[in-house]
């Protein structure tokens, strides 16, 4: 019998021991190349949602400015403009329908602003200048009422028929309920005051508004070219009114008159 030749131990070399490791190694990694992967996917709709309110930050930022600009602008109109505004309304105009402090027909606006008064504190009927009224052109205010004269003024080529407006736009601390409004029309005056607190009665001394906000209303048929009508508006608080109280001090109202054609109102 032969005997087995035994076999031969295979020797384990380096490089072996090399092929070996990176083997394990890439076993081992296998499962961190998923994590890494994922918090790659993560890391990038993190960064996507970031900018995402970067951006959304970025468009209230810039709505918020402009509100502030918007709010600006209108702060400055406003006060730009004083308490008493005449204005032409659009078909007016188109009418050659014009506003004036002065007789001369070239001299003819779309819209007159009366400064305000410089204080304002209750008085009455009978400490107004009566003998200065709708005599003076343009701002005249006395220390606690305001007074303003102007002339509308047809600029146009063909007669029209017109409507005016006396319009309450903004009050404050109910002012309103106290004030006393006088408008001349062609040298012939009216005065107008706000129902009393109820609602129902009117003032004694003043024919009450048309409305809540509509203080007056005046019409006029066959204004021709280069007629004009003079107004003068003077308002007062009332210290007479029972609504003239301690509370509505401070207060202010502001009011447009407006012009337009009666025709196209209708």
Same mark, same amino acid.
């Given at each position: 019998?032969?005997?087995?030749?035994?076999?031969?131990?295979?020797?384990?070399?380096?490089?072996?021991? *090399?092929?070996?490791? $990176?083997?394990?190694?890439?076993?081992? @990694?296998?499962?961190?190349?998923?994590?890494?992967?994922?918090?790659?996917?993560?890391?990038?709709?993190?960064?996507?949602?970031?900018?995402?309110?970067?951006?959304?930050?970025?468009?209230?930022?810039?709505?918020?400015?402009?509100?502030?600009?918007?709010?600006? !602008?209108?702060?400055?109109?406003?006060?730009?403009?004083?308490?008493?505004?005449?204005?032409?309304?659009?078909?007016?105009?188109?009418?050659?329908?014009?506003?004036?402090?002065?007789? $001369?027909?070239?001299?003819?606006?779309?819209?007159?602003?009366?400064?305000?008064?410089?204080?304002?504190?209750?008085? *009455?009927?009978?400490?107004?200048?009566?003998?200065?009224?709708?005599?003076?052109?343009?701002?005249?205010?006395?220390?606690?009422?305001?007074?303003?004269?102007?002339?509308?003024?047809?600029?146009?080529?063909?007669?029209?028929?017109?409507?005016?407006? @006396?319009?309450?736009?903004?009050?404050?601390?109910?002012?309103? %309920?106290?004030?006393?409004?006088?408008?001349?029309? $062609?040298?012939?005056?009216?005065?107008?005051?706000?129902?009393?607190? $109820?609602?129902?009665?009117? %003032? *004694?001394?003043?024919?009450?508004?048309?409305?809540?906000?509509?203080?007056?209303?005046?019409?006029?048929?066959?204004?021709?070219?280069?007629?004009?009508?003079?107004?003068?508006?003077?308002?007062?608080? %009332?210290?007479?009114?029972? %609504?003239?109280?301690?509370?509505?001090?401070?207060?202010?109202?502001?009011?447009?008159?407006?012009?337009? !054609?009666?025709?196209?109102?209708?």
């Amino acid at each position: 019998m032969f005997n087995k030749k035994a076999k031969k131990e295979e020797q384990f070399t380096p490089n072996d021991l *090399t092929k070996l490791n $990176n083997k394990e190694n890439k076993e081992a @990694l296998k499962g961190k190349g998923i994590f890494q992967r994922f918090s790659a996917r993560r890391s990038s709709e993190e960064l996507t949602t970031v900018q995402k309110w970067k951006r959304r930050s970025f468009w209230t930022l810039v709505a918020l400015v402009i509100i502030l600009l918007i709010m600006f !602008i209108i702060s400055m109109l406003i006060s730009q403009y004083g308490d008493l505004v005449i204005s032409i309304e659009r078909g007016a105009r188109g009418k050659g329908i014009t506003v004036s402090e002065t007789e $001369n027909l070239a001299d003819g606006v779309t819209i007159l602003s009366a400064p305000k008064a410089p204080e304002v504190t209750n008085i *009455t009927y009978e400490w107004l200048p009566l003998d200065e009224l709708d005599t003076k052109l343009g701002s005249y205010n006395g220390k606690n009422y305001l007074a303003y004269t102007f002339y509308l003024q047809n600029n146009g080529t063909e007669e029209v028929d017109y409507k005016g407006e @006396l319009q309450i736009k903004g009050v404050s601390k109910s002012m309103d %309920e106290a004030v006393r409004i006088m408008v001349y029309k $062609n040298g012939e005056p009216a005065i107008y005051g706000k129902h009393q607190y $109820n609602g129902t009665e009117p %003032e *004694t001394d003043a024919t009450a508004f048309e409305s809540d906000k509509l203080v007056m209303s005046t019409y006029t048929e066959n204004f021709q070219p280069g007629q004009m009508d003079k107004y003068t508006v003077v308002s007062w608080v %009332e210290g007479n009114d029972p %609504e003239c109280v301690n509370d509505i001090m401070g207060g202010f109202i502001r009011m447009n008159m407006l012009f337009s !054609i009666a025709d196209e109102e209708e």
